[in-house]
């Protein structure tokens, strides 16, 4: 969330998102291939899943060494053996693990753009950057809500030109703490994977439009309270706990951001797995067709199968599955 991506990240994001970009193309035309009963769709859309596993290896350093996150990090290491052997599997013959390709591009089409797409000026109107309107419409919901609870931080411009990022003057030393709304911060990353796994799955416009009412607007608000909690931890410092320990951990300097990273980096992106898997839950209690995309996904991580409807005792509606 604070915004302090190094130059080497910077010079490596334009190149990692064409790579994104590339995999998302490649995913749909192995998915249309299937769909039309071409034979080469099942080795097209193999080979994509371990081209997608070596972007997740690219991503690796960027996680561990400038975003500092070990939840990401992890999950990233573990993404690389996972998707290759989601390839596999596809090209042994799971089928239905065409629903997940699908899915993953459905994801990347809707995520990419608001880090790709700049400003475009039409007629002499400039129409801003996706990222832009969506950024500072989330850093000044955070505003408004620090502000409910009794909180005022100056707004100021972000490094990236935006109107996000909140200025805290800490202590007797009056410590200036910045902390920024960056992407990341805006939840569009778990608002992609819901809409496009919503989208991936052969189901009637009614219970996919259920499923989106419930993940999208409860993603969107846990966020907002998300960026608020951490916004007022860092800039209060209320969570300056063991900052030895924590500085080490992140290979940081600057104590004033020990907040940040227990807030952050630590408790946040837990609950926030935590909360994914509610909401995963949630939808698929409106979206049954949703399990078999979660039962591969299991499938791929465990090597065994699992009757997920059964388990968490949901509705049993058609599926789009064909092993």
């Given at each position: 969330?604070?915004?302090?991506?190094?130059?080497?990240?910077?010079?490596?994001?334009?190149?990692?998102?064409?790579?994104?970009?590339?995999?998302?193309?490649?995913?749909?035309?192995?998915?249309?291939?299937?769909?039309?009963?071409?034979?080469?769709?099942?080795?097209?859309?193999?080979?994509?899943?371990?081209?997608?596993?070596?972007?997740?290896?690219?991503?690796?350093?960027?996680?561990?060494?400038?975003?500092?996150?070990?939840?990401?990090?992890?999950?990233?290491?573990?993404?690389?053996?996972?998707?290759?052997?989601?390839?596999?599997?596809?090209?042994?013959?799971?089928?239905?693990?065409?629903?997940?390709?699908?899915?993953?591009?459905?994801?990347?089409?809707?995520?990419?753009?608001?880090?790709?797409?700049?400003?475009?000026?039409?007629?002499?109107?400039?129409?801003?950057?996706?990222?832009?309107?969506f950024i500072e419409i989330v850093a000044a919901q955070t505003a408004a809500a620090m502000d409910l609870l009794g909180?005022?931080?100056?707004?100021?411009?972000?490094?990236?030109?935006?109107?996000?990022?909140?200025?805290?003057?800490?202590?007797?030393?009056?410590?200036?703490?910045?902390?920024?709304?960056?992407?990341?911060?805006?939840?569009?990353?778990?608002?992609?994977?819901?809409?496009?796994?919503?989208?991936?799955?052969?189901?009637?416009?009614?219970?996919?439009?259920?499923?989106?009412?419930?993940?999208?607007?409860?993603?969107?608000?846990?966020?907002?309270?998300?960026?608020?909690?951490?916004?007022?931890?860092?800039?209060?410092?209320?969570?300056?706990?063991?900052?030895?320990?924590?500085?080490?951990?992140?290979?940081?300097?600057?104590?004033?951001?020990?907040?940040?990273?227990?807030?952050?980096?630590i408790l946040s992106q837990l609950l926030a797995v935590v909360a994914l898997v509610g909401i995963t839950y949630l939808?698929?209690?409106?979206?049954?067709?949703?399990?078999?995309?979660?039962?591969?996904?299991?499938?791929?991580?465990?090597?065994?199968?699992?009757?997920?409807?059964?388990?968490?005792?949901?509705?049993?509606?058609?599926?789009?599955?064909?092993?």
């Amino acid at each position: 969330m604070i915004a302090a991506i190094g130059q080497s990240a910077l010079s490596m994001l334009p190149d990692t998102f064409t790579f994104a970009w590339v995999v998302a193309v490649l995913f749909v035309i192995g998915a249309l291939l299937d769909r039309r009963g071409h034979s080469l769709g099942r080795p097209f859309a193999a080979g994509t899943w371990v081209l997608f596993g070596l972007f997740w290896l690219t991503m690796v350093p960027y996680f561990a060494l400038e975003h500092q996150s070990y939840v990401e990090s992890i999950l990233s290491l573990i993404a690389v053996p996972a998707c290759t052997y989601a390839g596999y599997l596809l090209h042994r013959g799971r089928g239905s693990l065409f629903v997940l390709t699908r899915a993953v591009a459905g994801m990347l089409f809707i995520y990419l753009p608001f880090e790709t797409v700049p400003a475009v000026t039409v007629g002499g109107i400039t129409l801003p950057e996706p990222k832009r309107v969506f950024i500072e419409i989330v850093a000044a919901q955070t505003a408004a809500a620090m502000d409910l609870l009794g909180y005022a931080p100056t707004m100021i411009e972000s490094s990236e030109g935006f109107l996000a990022t909140f200025r805290w003057v800490y202590g007797p030393e009056e410590q200036i703490i910045l902390v920024s709304v960056v992407l990341a911060c805006t939840g569009i990353g778990s608002m992609a994977i819901f809409g496009g796994l919503i989208a991936a799955v052969d189901a009637p416009i009614s219970r996919k439009l259920r499923g989106l009412a419930v993940s999208i607007p409860l993603i969107y608000v846990l966020n907002i309270a998300r960026t608020t909690f951490i916004t007022i931890v860092t800039g209060n410092q209320y969570m300056h706990w063991q900052p030895e320990l924590v500085m080490a951990m992140f290979g940081a300097s600057d104590p004033y951001r020990v907040s940040f990273f227990v807030s952050d980096r630590i408790l946040s992106q837990l609950l926030a797995v935590v909360a994914l898997v509610g909401i995963t839950y949630l939808v698929a209690r409106q979206l049954p067709e949703l399990v078999v995309v979660l039962e591969d996904v299991l499938y791929v991580l465990t090597g065994e199968e699992h009757d997920l409807l059964a388990a968490l005792d949901l509705p049993r509606e058609p599926t789009n599955v064909d092993r």
